[in-house]
T-cell receptor, first 113, second 113 residues
């Protein structure tokens, strides 16, 4: 089951905050977040392995609510460099190799000066 | 981290022909994967490239269409066979490192006429 991301697109001014959500109708065992800039390969942001886990990377952080089967990515004080498409990914099968991921359709984030 | 080189970076092919994409990693890795990203879409896992044995294909992908080789721990190839316009996509090689991150190659943009 492909995870569902929302919103599909976000337009921000520099310095504003954004939240991207990732949910699944099936149990989530871990959540990966990637960012892809146009014409480039996806780049790893973070992985959350346990329910309740929160992580941060610069001004980007994420949470994982295992019971609600969802994860959220928080972008604080957005910078122009944050523009890109954000994907969440979840393992195809519980206990399977973490590289075998189902990715959501992505959230396109645009930050304007 | 892992540095992944993919060749070719792009190609335009005729319907019915085949294209082989090469993926070279700068270090030995156990897990290598091939993903496809159709225009404006998410990433879809094609198969896991296993060293010394046949690749493991995901639902909807078959060996006759996407034969994969993995002769050693640093190299893999993906062939897109008997191409049709529906095969026009970006094909991405990825590797999983010991800290569970996925690294992606820069991709091969394939256009089939």
């Amino acid at each position: 089951q492909q995870p569902v991301q929302s919103p599909q697109a976000v337009i921000l001014r520099e310095g504003e905050d954004a939240v991207i959500n990732c949910s699944s109708s099936k149990a989530l065992y871990s959540v990966h977040w990637y960012r892809q800039k146009h014409g480039e390969a996806p780049v790893f942001l973070m992985i959350l392995l346990k329910g309740g886990e929160q992580k941060g990377h610069e001004k980007i952080s994420a949470s994982f609510n295992e019971k609600k089967q969802q994860s959220s990515l928080y972008l604080t004080a957005s910078q122009l460099s944050y523009s890109g498409t954000y994907f969440c990914g979840t393992p195809l099968v519980r206990g399977s190799t973490l590289g075998r991921l189902y990715f959501g359709r992505g959230t396109q984030l645009t930050v304007w000066p | 981290s892992a540095v992944i080189s993919q060749k070719p970076s792009r190609d335009i092919c005729q319907r019915g022909t085949s294209l082989t994409i090469q993926c070279q990693v700068d270090s030995q890795v156990t897990m290598m994967f091939w993903y496809r990203q159709q225009p404006g879409q998410s990433l879809t896992l094609i198969a896991t490239a296993n060293q010394g044995s046949e690749a493991t294909y995901e639902s909807g992908f078959v060996i006759d269409k996407f034969p994969i080789s993995r002769p050693n721990l640093t190299f893999s190839t993906l062939t897109v066979s008997n191409m049709s316009p529906e095969d026009s996509s970006i094909y991405l090689c990825s590797v999983q490192t010991t800290n569970e991150k996925l690294f992606f190659g820069s991709g091969t943009q394939l256009s089939v006429l």
